[in-house]
Every structure is written in C-alpha cells, then in structure tokens.
C-alpha cells in the first residue's frame, strides 16, 4: 500500500453535472498530481499542486480544476461533464515537485462513468 | 511533441521464459524513466525506475536499460511466474510530469 487514499472509489454521473474527487497524500509528501486513464490506455497528465499553487497543467480544459489544502490533501473538480470523461482518476503524490525526477506513488483510483 | 511509444501491445510468455517490453520517448530533456504494473481493477505500482545518469539498472528478476542517444528503455524480466501476468507501463518525466506509454499487457502462462 502506498498512503495514498482517494475518495469516493466509484461514481456515476450525467452530463453536464458537476464532480469533486478526493485524494490524501502520502505522509511527508507535499506534492499531488492527478491522471486521467481512459480504458486500455496510460494515464495522462491533468495537473500538479505544490503548496497549495497548480504547478503544471496538460492537456486539459478549463473545466477541470483543482485545489490543495495545508494539509496537502487535494481535490479535483470537473464541471459540466461530458461522456467522454468517464475514466479512472489517479492521485499520485511525491516528495517535492518533480526536479531530478521524483517517485510518483498512485492511491488506487475513482472510477467516474458519465452517463 | 511529447510523446512515449511502447511496444508490444501484448505478451504471452511461458512460464519460466524472459520478457522484454521497450519504449522510445520524444523530448531528450527527459530524465527519468519508472515502469509501472497495473493488475485488473488496481492502482499502477512503480516496480523500478532508472535516472538518466545510469545505463542499467537491476532488482532481482527485473532490469531496466536506457540507451539516451537513442532515446529507448526497455525493461526485463526473467524466469516469468504467472503473477506477472498484469499490464505495464513504461513512463518519461518532462519537468514536473510523467508521460505514460500506452501499456503492454503481459499474459504468463503457467
């Protein structure tokens, strides 16, 4: 087990409506970053949160934000969901914020279905 | 652009027998290359990594290799046991992100 806890497991949604997942980071780690792995593929890069600032966005509209707390704990919000988001989301926290290549340790993924 | 190829897509192997699974990355500023596993239904776990400082890099069954000119890595198994058997991926850092290959599902078969 790696420490790294997300929230809710599973989710099923509509379009157009609004989600929030959850992640706790590692302890010691202040670093979170999130993934979106659509089935059959690897997980692509949405963004990072290092003390409470978005560190680095991929290829990701507006619609999907994000936040940190003190605490490093860090929510992802996706707003007007389309089918097309239905994936699994990754949370994967680190010591710091990526330099030399930091060691990414994923919590086990929400499940979203946009229906 | 930044991109990570993987290859094969699939694998079946007897029990016993190597695995190989290789990837080639775009962007020669990358620096950092973790393999992950991922069983059905579970969370990607790193099973080795490899910094561009080192040619190769081994723990017990599994090793790395990285070859920077021609920007390829590739990772090995020997002696195969059936709980191998799950989905890999290999992954390139840029700056502050991974960028995953598309996956290699590794079938053993006992």
């Known amino acids: 087990e790696t420490g790294v806890t997300q929230s809710p497991t599973h989710l099923i949604k509509t379009r157009g409506q609004q989600v929030t997942l959850r992640c706790s980071s590692q302890?010691?780690?202040?670093?979170v970053s999130w993934y979106q792995q659509a089935l059959g593929q690897g997980p692509q890069f949405i963004f990072q949160?290092?003390?409470?600032?978005?560190?680095g966005r991929g290829n990701f509209p507006p619609r999907f934000s994000g936040l940190q707390f003190p605490n490093y704990s860090s929510e992802l919000n996706v707003n007007a969901l389309e089918l097309d988001d239905s994936a699994l989301y990754l949370c994967?926290?680190?010591?710091?914020?990526?330099?030399?290549?930091?060691?990414?340790?994923f919590g086990s993924g929400t499940q979203l279905s946009v229906l | 652009g930044e991109n990570v190829e993987q290859h094969p897509s699939t694998l079946s192997v007897q029990e016993g027998d190597s695995a190989v699974i290789k990837c080639t990355y775009s962007?020669?500023?990358?620096?950092?290359f973790p393999w992950y596993k991922q069983e059905l239904g579970k969370r990607p776990q790193l099973i080795i990594d490899?910094?561009?400082?080192?040619g190769e890099k081994k723990d017990q069954r599994i090793a790395v290799t990285l070859n920077k000119t021609a920007k390829h890595f590739s990772l090995h198994i020997t002696e195969t046991q059936p709980e191998d058997s799950a989905v890999y991926f290999c992954?390139?850092?840029?700056?502050?992100?991974?960028?995953f290959g598309a996956g290699t599902r590794l079938a053993v078969h006992p």
């Open positions: 994967a926290s680190s010591k710091s914020a990526g330099g030399l290549g930091e060691k990414l340790f």
């Open positions: 302890s010691g780690h202040n670093t």
């Open positions: 949160y290092y003390r409470e600032e978005e560190n």
């Open positions: 962007d020669s500023a990358s620096n950092y």
């Open positions: 490899i910094r561009s400082n080192v």
């Open positions: 992954a390139a850092s840029i700056k502050n992100k991974l960028i």
